[in-house]
């Protein structure tokens, strides 16, 4: 069995600096914009992130590595929190999503996202190939729009994960003047 603090207990397969780059430049994050980073690791997504003006809350479980972010991204707009993604708590105000989460979480964590109350306007998740097709193939919700982005190459990876991998794009869908608070009430009683 792996060392508790090893990649391979943690499932841990970090974007290289290129691919990191290439998916927040694909995401449009654009400055102010208020991005979740979800299992942030050591900072591959963040980086390009803070450099394309976002503010980021970086969430990660792993100790050491929460500590390097909290150290490396001083002084930056950086908030770094340390909790199992099953018990994130959303932000109430507009937000995105730019992460490659631990793959074990993608179904739930999609799940969180696309709550009703939900704040999410849009996410781009680095998650197995796989699942990227099957919850597109779902056909998301009335208030998302789920597809398959770019494809990501094992090479992307370093360790490189043993499966394909895809961003999954999530978009909240444009209300129209028929959306439900414009909506003509039904007469006739």
Avoid: C
């Amino acid at each position: 069995m792996p060392a508790a603090g090893s990649r391979r207990a943690w499932g841990w397969h970090p974007l290289t600096d290129r691919w990191a780059e290439r998916v927040v430049a694909d995401a449009g994050v654009q400055p102010g914009d208020l991005v979740l980073d979800v299992g942030a690791g050591r900072g591959a997504l963040t980086r390009p992130l803070v450099a394309a003006g976002a503010r980021v809350l970086a969430f990660e479980l792993h100790p050491g590595r929460a500590r390097g972010l909290r150290e490396s991204f001083a002084g930056a707009p950086v908030t770094v929190v340390e909790v199992d993604a099953a018990r994130l708590l959303l932000p109430r105000r507009a937000f995105r999503v730019v992460a490659n989460p631990p793959y074990g979480i993608t179904s739930a964590l999609v799940r969180l996202l696309l709550a009703p109350r939900s704040s999410l306007v849009a996410a781009d998740l680095v998650v197995q190939r796989a699942a990227a097709r099957r919850l597109a193939e779902a056909g998301g919700s009335a208030r998302f729009e789920l597809s398959v982005g770019l494809a990501v190459p094992r090479s992307a990876f370093v360790p490189p994960p043993q499966v394909d991998s895809a961003v999954l794009r999530i978009r909240r869908r444009v209300e129209g003047p028929t959306s439900r608070k414009t909506r003509p009430r039904r007469s006739g009683r």
